[in-house]
């Protein structure tokens, strides 16, 4: 489905706030494009049948005559413009007026926030293989069971002290 936004408050909620794990698409058009008006219903039609089954895109109409301040904002210099964000983040942008460039750049998008996803979970594994690594060399060296003696070890250890004060005697 399509959204068009109509208030900056508007704006604000459902795409500056916005929490979920969707791919936002911002498409910036021109009241007095019609190109632009053509484009609407093909990607319209290509998110319902793709996605929105699934909840995984949002797309959002921004007239820039209505909102010229939010179209400064994301640089937009020619129309039909589409900026893709992901978790509020730009991931691509699209100038122009092809479905098929359009599904290619969307794709891509996907794809980025995909790896950018992957990356972090896989930072945080080395990062906490390499904090386990660092253990040894914090504790000092623990190839000998003397750094974590268990209660064999320590009963072990206590008699051979008493034996050895006992033969003292």
Same mark, same amino acid.
């Given at each position: 489905?399509?959204? #068009?936004?109509?208030?900056?408050?508007?704006?604000?909620?459902?795409?500056?706030?916005?929490?979920?794990?969707?791919?936002?698409?911002?498409?910036?058009?021109?009241?007095? =494009?019609?190109? =632009? @008006?053509?484009?609407?219903?093909?990607?319209? #039609?290509?998110?319902?049948?793709? $996605?929105?089954? #699934?909840?995984?895109?949002?797309? $959002?109409?921004?007239?820039?005559?209505?909102?010229?301040?939010?179209?400064?904002?994301?640089?937009? *210099?020619?129309?039909?413009?589409?900026?893709?964000? @992901?978790? *509020?983040?730009?991931? /691509?942008?699209?100038?122009?007026?092809?479905?098929?460039? $359009?599904?290619?750049?969307?794709?891509?998008?996907? #794809?980025?926030? *995909?790896? &950018?996803? /992957?990356?972090?979970?896989?930072? &945080?594994?080395?990062? $906490?293989?390499?904090?386990?690594?660092?253990?040894?060399?914090?504790?000092?060296?623990?190839?000998?069971?003397?750094?974590?003696?268990?209660?064999?070890?320590?009963?072990?250890?206590?008699?051979?002290?008493?034996?050895?004060?006992?033969? @003292?005697?």
């Amino acid at each position: 489905m399509v959204t #068009r936004i109509k208030t900056d408050v508007e704006f604000q909620t459902k795409v500056l706030e916005d929490l979920s794990d969707d791919i936002l698409i911002l498409s910036f058009l021109s009241l007095n =494009c019609g190109i =632009c @008006k053509m484009m609407i219903p093909k990607i319209e #039609r290509f998110v319902d049948d793709q $996605f929105n089954a #699934r909840g995984k895109v949002q797309v $959002f109409t921004i007239y820039i005559e209505e909102f010229s301040h939010i179209a400064e904002e994301y640089e937009v *210099r020619d129309v039909p413009y589409f900026v893709y964000l @992901k978790n *509020r983040v730009i991931v /691509n942008t699209y100038v122009g007026n092809k479905l098929e460039s $359009f599904i290619k750049v969307f794709e891509e998008t996907k #794809r980025t926030a *995909r790896e &950018r996803k /992957n990356k972090k979970i896989t930072n &945080r594994k080395v990062s $906490f293989h390499a904090a386990v690594q660092s253990i040894p060399s914090i504790l000092g060296d623990t190839e000998s069971a003397e750094y974590a003696p268990d209660d064999k070890n320590q009963d072990n250890a206590t008699k051979n002290d008493e034996a050895g004060s006992s033969k @003292k005697s």
